[in-house]
């Protein structure tokens, strides 16, 4: 079971960056998938879930309207797009995937997760 999340990068606040995970070793249209967020001292924050369909989607509080999760079922890879970036959507972002079909914000109920790519986003 893989999970590869990519894309972070260095960013200027107002600026878009996207994510990928891509998921391997298992049968990703079954899964939800969901991405968080951490950094230093602090614990993972829920960004964003949809379900295996993606027609269900749920977002945190301090990015709606201004990203975007999506999933593209035969290339196995879901997608964070983020816009309007700001200093405090700086951090380590993961994607997770859960044997549901039921999103949830809660880290502990997702199966998988990947190890993470850094947005910084500062000027």
């Known amino acids: 079971v893989q999970l590869q999340a990519s894309g972070g990068g260095l960013v200027q606040p107002g600026g878009s960056l996207r994510l990928s995970c891509a998921a391997a070793g298992f049968n990703y249209g079954d899964y939800d998938i969901g991405w968080f967020r951490q950094t230093s001292g602090k614990e993972r924050e829920f960004v964003a879930a949809c379900d295996r369909s993606a027609a269900r989607r749920d977002y945190g509080d301090s990015v709606k309207g201004r990203f975007t999760i999506s999933r593209d079922t035969a290339r196995n890879t879901a997608y964070l797009q983020m816009n309007s970036l700001k200093p405090e959507d700086t951090g380590v972002y993961f994607c997770?995937?859960?044997?549901?079909?039921?999103?949830?914000?809660?880290?502990?109920?997702?199966?998988?997760w990947g190890q993470g790519t850094l947005v910084t986003v500062s000027s």
């Open positions: 997770a995937a859960r044997l549901s079909s039921v999103i949830t914000t809660t880290p502990t109920s997702y199966d998988y």
